[in-house]
């Protein structure tokens, strides 16, 4: 079983930056691709950033060089740098892993509980 744990969230003014962790364990190999997500309230979650086995990255088109993900093999992390946040950042953030190289949720099997990141003057 593959478990996630998001940590990392909080509040920031526009234009700050908050660096997001996600812990993970049971590794199988149904997990082959990690990715970040998010939802804000009343609308769908959407895929922010994944990264493969391999280091393949992919970005969400709003993040538009802001973000940056990292995969630690070694210490089985995967990171999400914020910079210059602005406020429709703001959403629950989550850590997911699946087997398909794609950023879209239905394609993730195991999800972490989320981390709120809340960008506000």
């Known amino acids: 079983q593959v478990q996630l744990v998001e940590s990392g969230g909080g509040s920031v003014q526009p234009g700050g930056s908050l660096s997001l962790s996600c812990a993970a364990s049971g590794y199988t190999s149904s997990t082959t691709y990690m990715a970040w997500f998010r939802q804000a309230p009343g609308q769908e979650r959407e895929g922010v950033a994944g990264?493969?086995?391999?280091?393949?990255?992919t970005y969400a088109a709003f993040v538009k060089g802001r973000f940056t993900i990292v995969k630690d093999d070694a210490k089985n992390t995967l990171s999400l740098q914020m910079n210059s946040l602005k406020p429709e950042d703001t959403a629950m953030y989550y850590c997911?892993?699946?087997?398909?190289?794609?950023?879209?949720?239905?394609?993730?099997?195991?999800w972490g509980q989320g981390t709120q990141v809340t960008v506000s003057s």
């Open positions: 990264i493969s086995d391999d280091g393949r990255i």
């Open positions: 997911a892993a699946g087997v398909r190289r794609t950023l879209r949720p239905g394609d993730y099997k195991y």
